[in-house]
């Protein structure tokens, strides 16, 4: 058990919708990195939040977008999606930027129809 | 550039032999290791990580890795396998680079399966 909780867990959305993941840190962690890992595939670095500022971003489109809030919750926000957008999003937190000690959730399993 | 190679896409054992499952590396800085371990349908969790003090690591649920600098290896151990230990094996460098801002290579992954 992490501390780090995402939601929904599941979700079923059609091509060209917007979408939208929660990730609620660990307490204390100030760092938030979302990863897109496609069934049978490795993680893919999304972007990372640190106090608030996007810092570092992984080889995904502008229709990728993301929030950090002063609690140091997030959200992934995902426009005109794609049926290749099916895939387990996964939040981690961390305490400090580009540190590889991760906390990971659950992750959101998307379904693009 | 900094890279990490995970040698097995797939390895198979019986229960209570050995595991190995290989990573090599390459780095242009000292690097930090780690190990995840993702077990079906669950995110992923931290096994055990390396940040240049014992070369010999010890993490959760009896597995350990050994950071060799001259093979630029950090492979994965455990010395009897259990059923539960089935799951995915993610090997991950933390290099740095622009700064203090360390940039994280994850491996394609390992899977293990382990046989009754």
């Known amino acids: 058990e992490t501390g780090v909780t995402q939601s929904p867990t599941h979700l079923i959305k059609t091509r060209g919708q917007q979408v939208t993941l929660r990730c609620s840190s660990q307490?204390?962690?100030?760092?938030v990195s979302w990863y897109q890992q496609a069934l049978g595939q490795g993680p893919q670095f999304i972007f990372q939040?640190?106090?608030?500022?996007?810092?570092g971003r992984g080889n995904f489109p502008p229709r990728f977008s993301g929030l950090q809030f002063p609690n140091y919750s997030s959200e992934l926000n995902v426009n005109a999606l794609e049926l290749d957008d099916s895939a387990l999003y996964l939040c981690?937190?961390?305490?400090?930027?580009?540190?590889?000690?991760?906390?990971f959730g659950e992750g959101s399993r998307l379904t693009v129809l | 550039a900094q890279s990490v190679t995970q040698l097995d896409s797939h390895v198979s054992v019986s229960e209570g032999t050995p595991v190995l499952l290989r990573c090599n590396y390459s780095?242009?800085?000292?690097?930090?290791l780690f190990w995840y371990v993702q077990h079906p349908n669950k995110g992923l969790q931290l096994l055990l990580k390396?940040?240049?003090?014992a070369t010999l690591v010890k993490g959760i649920n009896g597995f350990e890795a050994e950071f060799k600098k001259s093979e630029t290896s950090f492979h994965l151990t455990k010395p009897s396998a259990h059923m539960s230990d089935a799951a995915e094996y993610f090997c991950?460098?933390?290099?740095?680079?622009?700064?203090?801002?360390?940039?994280?290579?994850w491996g394609l992954g390992t899977s293990l399966a382990v046989n009754p």
């Open positions: 991950v460098v933390s290099d740095r680079s622009a700064g203090n801002n360390r940039k994280l290579i």
């Open positions: 390396y940040t240049s003090a």
């Open positions: 307490s204390g962690h100030n760092t």
């Open positions: 939040y640190y106090r608030e500022e996007e810092n």
């Open positions: 780095s242009s800085y000292s690097p930090s």
């Open positions: 981690a937190s961390s305490l400090g930027q580009g540190t590889g000690e991760l906390f």
